[in-house]
């Protein structure tokens, strides 16, 4: 009688226990778990096979601003929060937006010209 180890391939580790886990077969919840997780990090790197009507474009409720383009309309106006705004509120925006930017632009201050009153009370100051 031998009591020598199973023979393994070389390189590869001896397992004593090769014969009781083949007859076992695998554990189903582990393969779902496993099969589950995988598929979530695929999706996270954009690489999961998608399946028709899975797209980004039909999850959203919104339409992409291309299709209001193409109509020649314009699209809604949504707030940082996502939320359609009434024209009162998209004029104000717009106008904040515009004060923003015409005070973090250093152009604006080089070509302003000043007006008559301010010329005339530098000419009177000098």
Same mark, same amino acid.
């Given at each position: 009688?031998?009591? !020598? @180890?199973? @023979?393994?391939p070389?390189g ?8 009781? *886990? ?7 919840e582990?393969? $779902? =778990? $496993?099969?589950? $997780? +995988?598929?979530?990090?695929?999706? %996270?790197? &954009? ?6 009507? +899975? &797209?980004a474009?039909?999850a ?6 291309? =299709?209001? @383009?193409? %109509? &020649?309309?314009?699209?809604? @106006?949504?707030?940082? %929060?996502? !939320? ?6 998209? /004029?104000? /925006?717009? +106008? ?5 930017? /015409?005070?973090? +632009?250093?152009? !604006?201050?080089?070509?302003? !010209?000043?007006?008559? &009153?301010? *010329? /005339? ?6």
């Amino acid at each position: 009688a031998s009591d !020598a @180890a199973p @023979a393994a391939p070389p390189g590869e580790h001896i397992n004593f226990f090769a014969d009781i *886990e083949h007859a076992m077969g695998q554990n189903e919840e582990h393969a $779902k =778990e $496993k099969a589950v $997780k +995988d598929m979530q990090e695929m999706k %996270r790197l &954009g690489i999961a096979p998608l399946a028709l009507g +899975d &797209g980004a474009s039909e999850a959203s409720e919104s339409k992409p601003w291309y =299709e209001y @383009a193409m %109509r &020649g309309e314009k699209a809604p @106006a949504k707030s940082n %929060r996502g !939320a359609l705004l009434d024209e009162e509120e998209r /004029l104000k /925006l717009t +106008d904040r937006e515009k004060r923003r930017k /015409l005070g973090a +632009d250093p152009m !604006a201050t080089l070509v302003k !010209a000043p007006s008559e &009153g301010e *010329e /005339l009370a530098r000419l009177e100051d000098s």
